[in-house]
């Protein structure tokens, strides 16, 4: 059942919150106080089963917010068609950030919650990917999250949402072109 899966889904998150939390904790990082606000970034989704969770939340969410988000999505999605033109990538903010708020934040995505520390994961035939962190994390602290369970976890969790679902198409999209497919999906348009 789709249930079943969403549900798995938050567990996962759950844990992924927590490996975060111990490592942040470990290796003294946090956000708290720095001017940046990393929902500017470009985060792009791959996996229909985090857009049926950011979906529960827009349902989820009081009519106005959920209007007003979906009103952002749409100049986020038009702007980023006049890049083309500037030639040129915006610093566009999250539809879903309210003065520096996740307004989404229980069913915020993968990304969204890893994002900021150093990394590193393992790909299926064995090979290491790394990435870096924030440029606030110490930088003598070698600490690294290794992803690999996590990417695992939710590669399942989506295999299995798309035999149920029939679902075959390539999925990548930022979350304002998701919330823009959701606000059709939902038949609600921005006030
Ligand atoms: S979904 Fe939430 S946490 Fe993720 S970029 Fe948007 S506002 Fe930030």
Same mark, same amino acid.
């Given at each position: 059942m789709i249930e079943n899966e969403l549900k798995a889904l938050a567990g996962l998150y759950d844990r992924m919150d927590k490996a975060y939390g111990e490592l942040a904790a470990r290796s003294r990082f946090s956000c708290g106080g720095c001017a940046d606000?990393?929902?500017?970034?470009r985060f792009h989704h791959h996996t229909l089963a985090e857009y049926l969770y950011l979906l529960e939340g827009l349902k989820r969410t009081e009519a106005r917010t959920r209007e007003t988000i979906i009103k952002r999505a749409r100049i986020v999605v038009e702007s980023y068609?006049?890049?083309?033109?500037?030639?040129?990538?915006?610093?566009?903010?999250?539809?879903?950030?309210?003065?520096?708020?996740?307004?989404?934040y229980q069913w915020r995505p993968m990304i969204c919650r890893l994002h900021g520390l150093p990394h590193f994961f393992l790909m299926p035939d064995g090979s290491r990917k790394a990435g870096g962190g924030c440029h606030r994390f110490p930088a003598t602290d070698s600490s690294m999250l290794d !992803?690999?369970?996590?990417? @695992? $976890?939710?590669a399942g969790i &989506?295999?299995? #949402?798309?035999?149920?679902?029939?679902?075959?198409? !390539?999925?990548?999209?930022? @979350? $304002?072109?998701?919330?823009? &497919?959701?606000? #059709?999906?939902?038949?609600?348009?921005?006030?």
């Open positions: 606000n990393c929902c500017t970034q068609s006049h890049e083309l033109q500037a030639g040129e990538i915006f610093k566009l903010m999250c539809p879903v950030n309210f003065d520096g708020l996740c307004a989404l !992803r690999t369970p996590f990417y @695992t $976890a939710l &989506e295999k299995r #949402l798309r035999e149920q679902l029939g679902f075959r198409e !390539r999925f990548k999209k930022t @979350t $304002a072109q998701m919330i823009m &497919e959701m606000s #059709l999906e939902l038949d609600i348009d921005e006030m």
